[in-house]
């Protein structure tokens, strides 16, 4: 909900896989956004889950590493990769983020990765990026670092961060707490 409030008429705005995806449940009624996720959907109108068909420890052996997403498209809207052509606003998930505005989003050590997905390019060809993200990994550990202690995606590319707890910038070396969420 936060960041669909950073959207404005006639933007083009790029949504990352997981998180960020949910953006598009939130764009306000009549906005027109033109949407387009990190896998080369364009023209996305809202997320939803699908339902496995099978319980969840048979998909795991099976389907290990397929999404089970469901995005509807508007009507003549196309599936292709843009990531070239200007973006007014990206929307990223991360692992970690720290105080120089470096972003970890693709890999962790000794888990099985398919790839790095589009961020790189979306971090390297981007100038308005909000990484969206959970404030603590499942550990209980920050997210929030000052130094990223996984493969960096992008160096010194982010300036703004939100997480289930609060709304960052990173100025002179440092988060600064703008907005916390609701209840926190």
């Known amino acids: 909900q936060r960041v669909a409030r950073e959207m404005q008429d006639g933007f083009y705005v ?3 896989i997981g998180i960020p ?6 764009i306000p009624e009549g906005m027109e956004v033109m949407l387009q996720s990190e896998n080369g959907l364009l023209g996305m109108v809202r997320f939803l889950l699908k339902k496995p068909s099978m319980r969840h420890d048979q998909r795991r052996q099976t389907d290990r590493h397929r999404a089970h997403w469901r995005v509807d498209l508007l009507l ?8 070239r052509r200007h973006v007014d606003l990206t929307v990223l998930g991360a692992f970690e983020v720290d105080v120089q505005g470096n972003i970890a989003s693709w890999m962790i050590p000794g888990k099985l990765v398919k790839g790095m997905g589009g961020a790189m390019d979306l971090v390297a060809g981007a ?3 909000i990484v969206i993200m ?3 990994s499942k550990d209980g550990e920050s997210k929030l670092l000052s130094q990223c202690s996984l493969p ?3 160096a010194n590319c982010i300036k703004r961060v939100l997480t ?3 709304y960052l910038e990173i100025e002179n070396g440092a988060f600064v707490l703008k907005e916390r969420a609701p209840g926190v």
Request: hydrophobic share 40%.
């Open 127 to 129: 100038e308005n990026i």
């Open 134 to 136: 959970t404030h603590a």
């Open 164 to 166: 289930d707890l609060a």
């Open 76 to 83: 003549g809207r196309v599936l292709r990769d843009d990531s």
């Open 152 to 154: 960096l995606t992008g």
């Open 21 to 26: 995806t949910l953006v598009a449940n939130y």
């Open 14 to 16: 790029n949504l990352g």
